[in-house]
């Protein structure tokens, strides 16, 4: 059934067509944001899986240690790995530009 409008032209809002319509608009627009969260979190998970373990050779040691990277390269910081990792390179960035350091660099 058409929408009764108004004499102005405008649809009145009063009737029960068109009370009739907001509730479908209402139930498209959460079935699209529910869609769109879907979608969303699907993409979240395949990007996860994509992200792969890579095993890589420490310097100093020699031995093998593991840690989860990012679908771009980067280490995953939200991981005990990644975590240790960090900490570990803050570190060596502080006995690297340490005054200490490059004193004995100078005249050691």
Known sequence: MALQKTTSGKVDKRTKEYKEMLENLKKAR????????EAAAKEKTAKSKTSTTKT????????KTTSLRRADG????????GK????????????KGSLKNKLKKLFG
């Open 74 to 81: 980067h280490l995953d910081m939200r991981t005990k790995e």
């Open 30 to 37: 959460k079935a699209k944001k529910k869609k769109e969260k």
């Open 56 to 63: 890589t050779a420490s310097k100093s040691t020699g031995k």
């Open 84 to 95: 240790a990792a960090a900490e570990r390179m803050a570190k060596a960035r502080k006995a």
